[in-house]
């Protein structure tokens, strides 16, 4: 049962469900752990966290293209990576490895997504048809 519809703009095809996590801090996916999908990164919001087989919202990628090409790769092949992700600014690695991990990557969300959404709350990303649905509330 869909409670709620955003609108979004597709980067990387696809379609997955889960929990939002919300990161105020850049992501740097080589600082994460690819064994349990847990942020290493010590000053950062999410540390100690799993971002493992959730929706990942954050506003940025950082690192370099290397480190974070290959961060992304490793939480994959590990299979601790993202089920989705949602990003302010998109650069051009993040939209790179989204594309080749056949990971669903949206941006440009309205506004009220990150006003009515919490961490926890189920959304379905369907990134190929540029729709967030809002699942359930927590």
């Given at each position: 049962?869909?409670?709620?519809n955003?609108?979004?703009?597709?980067i990387?095809?696809?379609?997955?469900?889960?929990?939002v996590?919300?990161s105020?801090?850049g992501?740097?996916?080589y600082?994460?752990?690819p064994?349990?999908?847990?942020?290493?990164?010590?000053n950062?919001c999410?540390?100690g966290?799993s971002?493992a087989?959730?929706?990942?919202?954050?506003?940025n990628?950082?690192g370099?293209?290397v480190?974070?090409?290959?961060g992304?790769?490793q939480l994959?092949?590990n299979?601790?990576?993202?089920?989705?992700?949602i990003?302010?600014?998109?650069d051009?690695?993040?939209v790179a490895?989204s594309?080749i991990?056949d990971?669903?990557?949206?941006?440009?969300?309205?506004e009220d997504?990150?006003k009515?959404?919490?961490?926890?709350?189920?959304v379905?990303?369907?990134?190929?048809?540029?729709?967030i649905?809002?699942?359930k509330?927590?």
């Amino acid at each position: 049962m869909t409670i709620k519809n955003y609108k979004c703009h597709k980067i990387s095809e696809g379609q997955a469900s889960g929990e939002v996590l919300f990161s105020k801090d850049g992501i740097c996916f080589y600082l994460i752990d690819p064994k349990t999908g847990v942020v290493i990164q010590k000053n950062h919001c999410l540390f100690g966290k799993s971002i493992a087989g959730k929706v990942l919202v954050f506003p940025n990628g950082t690192g370099s293209s290397v480190v974070q090409a290959d961060g992304m790769y490793q939480l994959k092949m590990n299979h601790n990576e993202p089920k989705a992700m949602i990003v302010k600014n998109a650069d051009t690695t993040l939209v790179a490895s989204s594309i080749i991990m056949d990971m669903p990557l949206v941006d440009k969300v309205e506004e009220d997504f990150e006003k009515e959404i919490n961490n926890k709350d189920v959304v379905k990303v369907n990134a190929t048809e540029g729709i967030i649905k809002l699942l359930k509330k927590v």
